[in-house]
């Protein structure tokens, strides 16, 4: 990465993350000081911590999982390790998920609510068991090592595309929770009425749209890639020299511990795991 595109980086990789602290900090302050706060008692507080961990979890940290790749400073270190750190914070994620619905149906139950009667809790229920499969997937196709290369690659647009998909899905899902949220909960004024509270979780909605775009935007920008791979997927006739002069240049840009632990790392765990994605 050139050093203009190095800034450009870091730039939206800045935003992104402020966006969605931001979000994290607005379902919090919603429904810590709009709402009836937190709890595990079977009512409103124990529904509370659906929107809390379907934002921190499904949407921010599958956002982060989606994007560690792309970390100029993580290319020093093995396609193994950031393996790891891709499949740990997705399985984190998932973790947060299910207890975001265990929250959700818990309170159903006990308030003797309908379950699953909703467009929101369908979709949402389908992308929690695809994110699962996609999980189980990921770890079998390219943590185990029983699958041929030949097999991983071809798995791998597939992989990335099903992400994607699934990422943009989840964020369309809090949206419509958000919504129905509001109408349910807002009696007197209306949501049509433009209470504090209804423009505030509006922006929350707007707020997970932005963290949205730019999350996808780092994940789809082919000169952000992970440049070992770049020179591993290039033919050595295609210049591959000037590739890896490249890749000296942006990392030599990037000095410090975390680089030099993941360097030793690397070292230590000496697999040629990047040819086979
Ligand atoms: C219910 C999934 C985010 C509000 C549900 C249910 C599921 C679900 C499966 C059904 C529970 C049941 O029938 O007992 C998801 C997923 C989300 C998400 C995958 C990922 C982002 C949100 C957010 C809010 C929200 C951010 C905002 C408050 C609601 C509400 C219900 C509900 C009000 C009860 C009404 C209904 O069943 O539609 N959610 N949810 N959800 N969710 Fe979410
Ligand atoms: C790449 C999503 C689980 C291994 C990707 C990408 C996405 C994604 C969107 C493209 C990233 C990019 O182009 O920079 C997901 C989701 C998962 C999941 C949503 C969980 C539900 C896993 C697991 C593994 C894995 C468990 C096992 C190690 C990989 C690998 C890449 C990748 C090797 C290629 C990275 C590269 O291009 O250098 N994943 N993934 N994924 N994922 Fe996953």
Redesign the pocket.
């Known amino acids: 990465m050139a050093m203009e595109g190095l800034k450009l980086f870091l730039v939206v990789l800045s935003a992104a993350v402020s966006v969605g602290v931001v979000s994290i900090i607005f379902v919090l302050r919603w429904v810590l000081y709009y709402k009836e706060g937190l709890g595990w008692d079977g009512g409103l507080p124990e529904f509370n911590w659906?929107?809390v961990l379907?934002?921190i979890g499904?949407?921010f940290l599958q956002g982060i999982a989606i994007i560690v790749y792309r970390l100029p400073w993580t290319w020093k270190c093995s396609k193994l390790m950031m393996k790891f750190i891709h499949a740990g914070l997705n399985l984190l994620a998932f973790i947060f998920?299910v207890i975001?619905?265990v929250a959700?149906?818990d309170f159903?139950n006990a308030a003797k609510i309908p379950?699953?009667?909703?467009l929101?809790?369908w979709l949402?229920?389908v992308?929690?068991i695809l994110y699962c499969l996609q999980l189980v997937l990921g770890v079998g196709m390219f943590l185990i090592p029983v699958t041929p290369a030949s097999r991983r690659a071809l798995f791998m647009p597939l992989h990335v595309y099903s992400g994607l998909l699934l990422f943009t899905s989840?964020i369309a899902?809090?949206l419509m929770?958000?919504t129905?949220?509001l109408i349910?909960g807002l009696s007197d004024p209306k949501y049509k009425d433009s209470p504090p509270e209804a423009i505030f979780v509006n922006v929350l909605g707007v707020l997970l749209v932005v963290f949205g775009a730019l999350i996808l935007w780092i994940a789809t920008r082919p000169s952000w890639k992970r440049p070992i791979d770049q020179i591993l997927n290039t033919p050595h006739t295609n210049g591959g020299g000037e590739d890896n002069a490249k890749v000296g240049q942006s990392l030599s840009q990037l000095s410090g511990t975390e680089a030099d632990t993941c360097s030793d790392f690397r070292k230590r765990n000496n697999k040629s795991d990047d040819q086979t994605n």
């Not at 379950?115 to 909703?118: L, V």
């Open positions: 659906h929107p379907m934002v499904f949407v998920a975001s619905l959700v149906f159903h379950n699953m009667y909703s929101h809790s949402g229920l992308a929690v989840v899902v809090a929770g958000i129905e949220k349910f």
